[in-house]
Structures are given as structure tokens and as C-alpha cells.
């Protein structure tokens, strides 16, 4: 299960954290936002310990959702410390999501940390 956060803990949660942290903004009434959940479980376990994954609802987190110029949903925002990395916005099915979320973490900064981010199954792709 994905932890929430709210508008009040996003800094703590996301800025604070000692590895990249994926933020997944969705709404309840995003059928899309639902259907990822699967696809960024799995990717949660696979890189688990190297990853952090939060989601926001962007309905209640409007100042979030302007800050971060929310265009479509479900959004998603891979953050090195309050840096921003990447952007995924455009759901074009699980496999692609799936292969953008590892090039991602193979492309992250070039930190001693980041660089251990390379499970077998993402090397193979």
C-alpha cells in the first residue's frame, strides 16, 4: 500500500527522505490512477530499500497540484532531495511505465547511492 501525504508532510516526506522518492499524484475519481497501482507495487518491491514511493491525492492537495502544474493524471514525479528528476504524465500501458520507472532509476544522478540502483531483472531490458 502506498503512504499518503498531505500538503503538511510533503516536505518532511519527500525533501527529508535518504533515497529518491517516487510521488504517484492521483484523484479518487482517476480510474487510470487506480489501474497503476499494481504496476508501481511492483516496481516498489523491486527496488525497495532504494526507493521511496508516496502518494498524493491532488484534490486535496491543491497548492501541491499547482506547484507541481498538474496537467493530467495520474502523475508521476521521481524527487532527489527537493530536486526533481523526472516527470511521467502520458500512461501509454504497464510495460512502458514499467521500463521508464527502471531507466529512470538507472539514469538517476551519478551519487554513490544512485549508482547501486541496478537490479538483475532492469539490467536485462
Known amino acids: 500500500m502506498v503512504l499518503s501525504v498531505s500538503e503538511r508532510t510533503f516536505a518532511q516526506e519527500v525533501f527529508q527522505a535518504s533515497t529518491p522518492v517516487l510521488v504517484h499524484f492521483w484523484a479518487p475519481w482517476c480510474g487510470l490512477c487506480r489501474a497503476i497501482d499494481p504496476t508501481l507495487a511492483t516496481f516498489e518491491a523491486q527496488w525497495a530499500g532504494k526507493v521511496k514511493l508516496l502518494g498524493v491525492n491532488a484534490d486535496q492537495s491543491l497548492k501541491l497540484a499547482n506547484t507541481y502544474r498538474l496537467t493530467s493524471l495520474p502523475t508521476l514525479i521521481l524527487f532527489e532531495g527537493d530536486r526533481v528528476l523526472f516527470r511521467f504524465e502520458q500512461y501509454q500501458g504497464r510495460e512502458e511505465l514499467r521500463r521508464t520507472l527502471d ?7 551519478n551519487s554513490p547511492q544512485t549508482q547501486r540502483l541496478q537490479p538483475q531483472e532492469a539490467l536485462n531490458r
Open 103 to 109: 531507466s529512470w532509476m538507472l539514469a538517476a544522478p
